[in-house]
């Protein structure tokens, strides 16, 4: 178990059944080689990698994934959780995603966060219409029953400048006081 305000750095292979509890944090690049019941937060890799479950990984509502993207490498750029060719899932939670080492995703960009299961079910709670905004950019996210696979990566356009906006504010109120 990992504890409220824990942290579990998996390095190597955990050789049992594993429950995240609420406000704990399971992160590494080893194997869980049991069953994984996520609460709190998860975050494969060590600023990108792969951590592997061989069992069943249930990710209740209240829980977290955070994956890392810097790169198209799965496990050495960006962060993946591999279901080896026998795990099952349940997905819930909320999916966080961060850019690290300046990385910014193109639009043919694909990233695999989860992949090698045998059967995955569910979704991630913040990707309403199977896509996930992170900041001002969003991504297509495409539930399998093997995988689940972030792509078609788009950029909202922002604003000009906010410096446009305070001008057109005071225009407005300059105008209305020459009205008064």
């Not at 939670?93 to 966060?113: K, P, R, W, Y």
Request: glycine content about 12%; proline content about 2%; hydrophobic content about 40%.
């Amino acid at each position: 178990m990992v504890a409220d305000q824990a942290t579990l750095d998996v390095q190597g292979t955990v050789e049992k059944d594993l429950t995240v509890m609420t406000g704990g944090l399971l992160e590494g690049t080893g194997i869980i080689d049991g069953n994984l019941v996520v609460q709190g937060m998860l975050g494969p890799g060590n600023s990108a990698g792969t951590l592997g479950v061989d069992g069943s990984i249930d990710i209740d509502d209240d829980a977290m994934i955070c994956v890392e993207l810097g790169g198209l490498d799965a496990g050495l750029e960006y962060d993946t959780i591999d279901g080896m060719n026998s795990s099952t899932g349940q997905l819930g939670g909320l999916l966080e995603v961060t850019f690290i080492d300046n990385f910014m995703a193109s639009q043919s960009d694909e990233f695999f966060i989860m992949s090698g299961f045998t059967t995955l079910n569910g979704v991630f709670a913040n990707t309403p219409n199977n896509q996930l905004v992170v900041g001002n950019q969003q991504f297509d996210v495409e539930y399998s029953s093997t995988f689940v696979r972030l792509h078609n990566f788009q950029t909202f356009k922002t604003p000009e400048s906010s410096s446009a906006l305070m001008i057109c504010v005071a225009g407005l109120l300059f105008s209305r006081r020459r009205r008064d």
